[in-house]
């Protein structure tokens, strides 16, 4: 089946730093990727969408000068909190399309990573 | 735009019973994608089961299945034989032509031995 992996899965980080998360589609192609945040007992809230080759659509309300998306190439795409604050603190979760099975098919999900700012 | 509610936040079922997940879903779009997903303690996020609209027939998956009342705008989810792995947050979503899924706020589901 079509695996999507997170690194790292869990990060601490001090208020001011820049932070990156990698989302990999390992045994299939991704053109697009989108970056879901979910907060404690709430629901996933689509931050952006990755496409590769061009530039993010960002959500409305989402920072995309904070959020900086990347996606080189049809396997990865990155997501870099900049200058990253405690209400930064979040559980981010990414999903991949395979570009193969066609419009039909369904977005595998990451395993998410949890972003602590101190 | 389009919305996914649901309508409880918390239910629990005995083990080996039946219980049924509520979800309403508003679109103006004709053709789209319904899900379930499964986001157990881990938070690994578990497609469950999938309803094309254009489909009348109800999608099954084992012990998984939906009821669809597409003029209605509800999309059901019935878990047969509920299992103690089954607790988790389910959540409803809805894909438009666009490929971004809107989610509903999740219902915690908790399996009583």
Redesign the interface.
């Known amino acids: 089946g079509a695996v999507v992996s997170q690194h790292p899965s869990w990060v601490i980080c001090k208020s001011g730093t820049s932070v990156k998360i990698e989302c990999r589609s390992l045994d299939f192609q991704a053109t697009?990727m989108?970056w879901y945040r979910?907060f404690p007992k709430?629901?996933?809230?689509?931050m952006a969408?990755s496409n590769e080759g061009s530039k993010a659509t960002y959500e409305q309300g989402v920072e995309k000068d904070k959020f900086l998306i990347n996606h080189a190439s049809l396997t990865l795409s990155t997501l870099t909190v900049t200058s990253a604050h405690p209400e930064d603190s979040s559980?981010y979760?990414c999903?991949a399309?395979d570009l193969m099975r066609g419009?039909?098919e369904?977005?595998y999900?990451g395993?998410?990573t949890r972003l602590l700012v101190l | 735009a389009q919305t996914v509610t649901q309508s409880q936040p918390e239910m629990s079922v005995q083990e080996a019973e039946t219980v049924t997940l509520s979800c309403t879903y508003d679109t103006s779009e004709s053709n789209y994608?319904l899900?379930w997903?499964k986001q157990p303690p881990?938070?690994?996020?578990?497609?469950v089961i999938?309803q094309?609209a254009y489909k009348q027939q109800n999608a099954t998956e084992n012990r998984f299945s939906v009821n669809f009342q597409k003029a209605a705008k509800s999309f059901s989810l019935k878990i047969s034989d509920s299992q103690l792995g089954d607790t988790a947050m389910y959540?409803c979503a809805l894909?438009n032509a666009g490929?971004?899924?809107?989610?509903?706020?999740?219902t915690r589901l908790m399996v009583k031995p």
């Open positions: 697009t989108f979910q709430q629901s996933l809230m689509l969408t559980f979760i999903s399309r419009a039909e369904t977005q999900f395993p998410g | 994608y899900f997903y881990s938070r690994q996020m578990i497609l999938r094309e959540f894909e490929n971004m899924l809107t989610f509903g706020g999740g």
